[in-house]
């Protein structure tokens, strides 16, 4: 097993470097780089742009030392006096060759230095930091519950199998499936947040503004009421997969040979399901979690935080590729990418704790 677990860890390095370096590339090819925002913002907020490169170049030492990279800023330079584009490019760090600008982020990436971004005057560790509570908050919630309520509900579907429960509750899991969460969200929003009907939920943030003079049941119950729309549309976007994942490996458990054997034992219907189906079938159920909860965590709140105005890391992401905030860009890229293959190999070794029949040295053998 520690031989398993060495060879996987090693193999994320090569897997890492490479989905950094064809990001990476794909950004060069991108138009619109950090220059050419400076550039097409001086053409038409003259103030506004001068205003950043003065905020900029205070800290052009830090900044040009931070890892950084870009497309080529030649487009819409024309009518640019080139002093002030060579400042551009040595400000945002285009004044290195490719793969140099590529080396160096790698380098400082490895120790986790992100650098600061372009336009926030703030480290990257420092936004991350700083979004985190919101998405911890969207994606842990709704992980829990969406587990709560897909693994009993899947168990019941397999246990009355064609039955009338199973027909409605199937058409519920079929509308959860067809409907994308922030469509649910917009409802949740016209329904009970002031849009057109009821006005029991806000609509923005994670705390209501007088969060620090509440008691800790009143802070506790603030939070929760800041939670219950957001939360509730992305449980309701994401329970009908889990479902019927749930329902079909317990349906395919119940009819195996072993299932047949302990009835003619005489084994009630109960002891065969939670003492013999219910481990194997839950396998791949709970094996999956570190995965799905990522998977949550990282790319289903990126509408749900614009909808209810929460400010996370999904909205981050979002606004950096927008303005171009390379540094943002490729050191959340970076973070998220590495937990995602560390979640992976977890996921892995969650099979081997659930049945220990799984032998990974064997298989690798």
Known sequence: MTAYIARRLLLIIPTLVGIMLLNFLIVQAAPGGPVEQVISQMKGKGVAATARMGGASGSEAGASAAPKSGSDPSRGSRGIDPALLDQLKKQFGLD????????????????FDFGESFY????????????????????????????????PLGITKAVRDGSRFDILSSLVVIVGYAIPSFLFAVLLVVLFAGGSYLNWFPLRGLVSENFAELSLLGK????????????????????????????????EEIHKQYVTTARAKGLTEKRILYGHVFRNA??????????????????????????????????????????????????????????????????????????????FEGREG
């Open 120 to 151: 926030r005057d703030r480290t990257v560790a420092g936004l991350v930091a700083e979004k985190l509570p919101v998405s911890i908050s969207l994606g842990l919630w709704s992980t829990l519950l969406i587990y709560l309520i897909s693994i």
């Open 96 to 111: 290195k060759p490719l793969w140099e600008r590529f080396w160096v982020m790698m380098k400082n990436y490895a120790l």
């Open 220 to 251: 506790i119950a603030d939070y929760f009421w800041h939670m219950a729309l957001p939360i509730t549309a992305m449980v309701i976007g994401g329970f009908a997969s889990l479902t019927m994942l749930t329902k079909n490996s317990f349906l």
């Open 282 to 359: 839950m396998l791949i159920v709970v094996a999956g979690f570190p995965a799905a909860f990522v998977s949550i965590f990282f790319t289903g709140s990126l509408l749900i935080e614009v909808i209810f105005s929460l400010d996370g890391l999904g909205l981050l992401g979002f606004e950096s590729v927008i303005s171009r905030d390379y540094p943002v860009m490729f050191g959340t890229l970076y973070f998220f990418t590495l937990l995602g293959l560390v979640m992976n190999l977890v996921s892995d070794l969650t099979y081997m704790f659930i049945d220990p029949r799984i032998d």
